[in-house]
Each structure stands twice: as C-alpha cells, then as structure tokens.
C-alpha cells in the first residue's frame, strides 16, 4: 500500500514534503505525489494540504487521512469525504509556538498603544498616552485547544490576566468573558456553532473600547458589525490575520481602514520540517493501531 500527498501545492512544494516526509517515513513505506502518476487502488493513507474536492472520495482502499493544516473547517466542508476513514488535524508544537509568538506580538501592540502611536507620528504628534501595565489589562482567549490554551498559557506568564472560554463553559461562561476582556483573541475552530460568532451581539458584551484580534478564520467574523462596531468606537482597534476571501481583495474597505491591522494569513503557517515528523509519526501510530494525535470528530467538525 502507499502514502498518497495531495494539495494545492507547487512542483517545488512537493518536492519539499517529499525530501522532510523521506526523513521520517519509515523506510517501508512507499510515498507517492498527487502531481505525478500513481495508482489510486494502492493509496490507504493521504497526506493533505488543501486537496481537491471530491479527490479523497476516489481512493477505494483510504483508511487514514492526515492534514498537514491544523484547521480542518475546509476539509470537512467537502461532502464527499468518507465520513468513516479517520481524520487528523496536524498538532504541531512548533506551530503552537509560532501562534504563541504570534499573539503575544498582538497583544503587546495594542496593550502598549502602537496603533495610536503610528498615527500620531504620521502627524508629527509628540502626545504621551496614560501608562497601563500588563496587570490591568485583561485579555480573553476564544478556543482553549492546543492552540488557545498555550497562548493563554504565555500571556498569563508575562502578567496579563487571562481567561479562555471553550465548550463547556457554555453562552453564560462566554457572557462573563466578554464582560471582563480588554483585548479578545479568537482561537477557535470554524465549525456550524462558531460561524459569525464575531458578531455585534458579542461585540456590544465587551466594555467600550476593547480590542479585537482574530487569528482563527475569517468566517468567524460578521464584517459588517466589525465596521459598525469601530464606527461606534466601542471596538478600539481590530487586528486581523484571516478572512472572508483570501487573499483580501484589492477593494476590501479593511485594507485602509485606520482602526484595523491586515496581515496575510501569517499567524502559524505550517513547516515541513517540523510537521513531516507529527504527520510520520501519526502514520507510524495508525498503523500499530495506536492512538492517533488531533483526532478530529467529524460530528463535532473540530
Ligand atoms: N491564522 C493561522 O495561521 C492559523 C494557524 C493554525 C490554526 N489556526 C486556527 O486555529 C484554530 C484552533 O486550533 P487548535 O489547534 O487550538 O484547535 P483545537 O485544539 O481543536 O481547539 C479548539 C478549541 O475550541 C473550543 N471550541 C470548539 N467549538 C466550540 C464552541 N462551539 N464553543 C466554544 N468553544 C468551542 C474547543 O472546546 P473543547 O476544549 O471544549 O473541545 C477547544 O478548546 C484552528 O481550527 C484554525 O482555524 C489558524
């Protein structure tokens, strides 16, 4: 049987996971590239980054899928994907430190007021702002998963008060959240109960002149009510890593919006480097029959 790797990847990105996927694979395993020829009643396990729809649904003998995104929301939005073959999200430890990375960057920008300081300085404005220590403002983390729950982890460790909110906490527990947050980082999976959960319902819950940053998914976010919302000044300041449509179209009003920051989907990008050595591993574990890391349920879609 063989490994099929399949994405929307260039000749040269292939080539990449190929060289760090040889690295770790053990050596009796076959690999082969959804860019060249191969034998589709071979493959029992595929690699994934972005494939094709409808392709997972054309390997008849596919008994394990490994992603090598962490976020599955556009995998499981495939109808045809075999709802019975076991499906893994990629948990890599240093994609959680680059997220870390990542948030603590954030929330260091707003905390120490960047924003307004840029904007002074393009008026030649020398205007100090009230100090704030990092003990006075309260972050909130959306998602405690390997993600979320590592971020909270590092900004509770350079003194901000965090809370982080997850399933079990419910609406009530999200409620007090919004309530006591200054700045809101959303870390959650897309899925059916957390599309447009960036909301002015949930926007009106934060005290005045909180800040948002978002590095989950786009589909998270109600554009519109974040527009209004900075309007209204109840929303500060808006840093936004991922959208509606990636690339953000040329004409997208966030692209010059003073209240908001764009950045290209750059929170934690994958590395082969790292990640071929999570996704061999898992192979090695599905085929000892032992448990597989990131799991994902499919009924739950996350
Ligand atoms: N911008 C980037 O570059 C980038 C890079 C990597 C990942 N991401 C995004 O980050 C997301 C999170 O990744 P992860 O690895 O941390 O995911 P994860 O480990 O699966 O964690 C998901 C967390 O969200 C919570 N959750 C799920 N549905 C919920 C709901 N309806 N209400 C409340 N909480 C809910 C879960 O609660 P329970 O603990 O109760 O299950 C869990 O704490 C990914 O799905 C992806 O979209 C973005």
Not at 5 to 15: C, F, H, P, T, V
Not at 69 to 97: C, H, I, K, Q
Not at 177 to 202: F, K, M, V
């Amino acid at each position: 049987m063989s490994i099929l790797l399949l994405g929307k990847l260039s000749e040269a990105e292939y080539a990449v996971w190929q060289q760090h996927l040889s690295l770790h694979l053990p050596a009796d395993e076959t690999l082969v590239l959804a860019s060249q020829a191969y034998d589709k009643t071979a493959v029992d396990i595929a690699l994934v980054a972005n494939p094709p729809a409808g392709a997972l649904a054309t390997l008849p003998k596919l008994r394990f899928v490994q992603s090598l995104w962490a976020g599955v929301d556009r995998l499981l939005s495939d109808p045809s994907l075999p709802e019975n073959v076991p499906l893994a999200r990629l948990v890599d430890p240093a994609m959680t430190r680059a997220m870390t990375e990542c948030a603590l960057a954030n929330v260091f920008y707003l905390h120490r007021q960047l924003p307004a300081y840029l904007r002074q300085q393009a008026h030649r404005q020398w205007q100090p702002r009230q100090q704030v220590l990092a003990a006075q403002r309260r972050v909130g983390v959306l998602g405690m998963g390997k993600l979320g729950a590592a971020v909270a982890q590092a900004l509770a460790d350079v003194g901000f008060p965090v809370m982080g909110w997850s399933r079990q906490q419910g609406s009530d527990g999200l409620t007090a959240l919004l309530s006591r947050t200054d700045i809101l980082i959303n870390l959650l999976p897309l899925t059916a109960h957390t599309t447009g959960i960036l909301n002015a319902a949930l926007f009106e819950k934060l005290p005045v002149g909180a800040a948002l940053i978002n590095l989950a998914r786009g589909g998270h976010l109600v554009e519109p009510d974040l527009l209004a919302a900075l309007e209204q000044q109840h929303i500060s300041h808006a840093v936004l890593d991922v959208f509606n449509e990636e690339p953000l179209p040329e004409r997208h009003p966030f692209w010059t919006h003073p209240q908001i920051t764009v950045f290209p989907h750059v929170a934690a990008a994958t590395d082969p480097a790292t990640a071929a050595r999570v996704a061999a591993e898992n192979i090695v574990a599905f085929r000892a029959g032992r448990a597989i890391g990131g799991l994902v349920s499919h009924a739950q879609g996350y």
